[in-house]
Each structure stands twice: as structure tokens, then as C-alpha cells.
């Protein structure tokens, strides 16, 4: 997808998203929040949208997100006020193929169901990379081509044509989050329901 398809798919979802696609996503951020709170320090989310994981993370956990759309971080934003929180360090409109923080800023990075949405998916996960510290995590939560249960292939194929519409590619494919050589995955696995996401934790390591 293109930047302003994005953008126009997001403006669109924005008031609705809570409700709609975020209940069914939820899953990859509470094993995303539930790993960050174990280990402490600072998470950025990259595409934190409507900021759906912020009342998720533990008080002493620092967290920055970023988002293209201004919609999505104003909604972010609401949340935040109306939740009173104080680990939020700051949220960015921000293209997550650049990333304007510097190398090893951040001990965790979150980027949960936007891998598909991108484009140059493979440029935004080195960024993801180079903003983590040696030793940090690297979390995705995405749908994968093939990686759901039983009975879901054919609605993948059905759906992705209509990408730009619903703001992701059903048929996108895990290889493209798996070539990195910095990052070795430690942690797989299918979310609920019916399994149609997958959860990937990788760990930052040199090279």
C-alpha cells in the first residue's frame, strides 16, 4: 500500500477501530505488554494507532508510539488524557520507515498488525531494528499468509484484492519479517481467536 492509501484507509477506520478490527487483534498486544512489563524499561510502538495496549503497560514501563495518521494518534491521545497516564513519554506522526529517534533507543519495539499495511515492510523491521538496544525485543503481531486455522485460506484469498480498502494484505508473507540478521526469533506463536494472527518475539543481536 501506498502512504496515502494508508492514510485514507486510517482516516476512514479511525472512529470505528476499537471496535472493529481491534477486538479481534488484541491478542498480539497483550503478549507484546505482558513481556515488556516483565522486563521493565522503554517500549516504542510503531503504529500504535488508536493506542489499544497503552492501559496494558505496567507503570514503571516507558512508552513512545508513533503513527502516520493523525486520526489514529489523536484517538491515541484521548485515551491517555482519559486514563491519566504518566509512563507516556510522547506520540509521533512519524513514517515508520524512518524512524527519528536514534540507534538503541528503545529496550522493546512493538510494531502489532501493520507489517501488511506498510509498504517496504522490510525497510520499516531494519528500522525497528536499529532503534533497539543490543539484547532488546522486537515484537510483531501480524496476519500471515497460511498461518491460520483451518478453514481461513480461502477468505485470505478472497480478501486480497480488497487491501486498500481494509487496510492490509491477507496474503502477506511471513518470509518478508524473517530476513533480518540482526534479529534472532525466540518466540512463535498463533493468537487467539481461531488462531488468525501470529505473535513473533525476536531478540536484537550484533550484526
Not at 17 to 34: K, N
Not at 188 to 198: I, Y
Request: hydrophobic share 45%; glycine share 10%.
Amino acid at each position: 500500500m501506498q502512504v496515502e492509501a494508508i492514510q485514507k484507509s486510517y482516516r476512514r477506520w479511525a472512529p470505528v477501530y476499537d471496535l472493529t478490527f481491534g477486538r479481534i487483534t488484541q491478542g498480539g498486544r497483550l503478549l507484546a505488554a505482558e513481556h515488556v512489563n516483565a522486563q521493565g524499561g522503554s517500549v516504542l510502538e510503531v503504529g500504535i494507532g488508536t493506542g489499544l495496549a497503552l492501559d496494558y503497560y505496567a507503570p514503571h514501563v516507558r512508552v513512545t508510539g508513533v503513527d502516520l495518521s493523525a486520526e489514529m494518534l489523536r484517538e491515541a491521545e484521548l485515551k491517555a488524557q482519559k486514563g491519566r497516564l504518566k509512563n507516556l513519554a510522547g506520540l509521533h506522526q512519524m513514517d515508520a520507515r524512518e524512524l527519528a529517534f536514534p540507534d538503541a533507543s528503545f529496550d522493546h519495539v512493538a510494531a502489532m498488525h501493520i507489517m501488511s499495511v506498510v509498504p517496504e515492510p522490510e525497510r520499516v523491521l531494519a528500522e525497528m531494528a536499529r532503534v533497539v538496544r543490543p539484547g532488546g525485543s522486537v515484537m510483531i503481531g501480524n496476519h500471515f499468509a497460511g498461518r491460520a486455522a483451518e478453514g481461513w485460506a480461502i477468505a485470505e484469498r478472497l480478501a486480497a484484492p480488497l487491501a486498500n480498502l481494509l487496510g492490509w494484505h491477507s496474503d502477506f508473507a511471513i518470509d518478508r519479517v524473517m530476513g533480518h540478521p540482526g534479529l534472532r526469533l525466540e518466540e512463535q506463536r498463533q493468537v487467539k481467536p481461531f488462531g488468525l494472527m501470529t505473535f513473533l518475539r525476536f531478540r536484537r543481536v550484533e550484526g
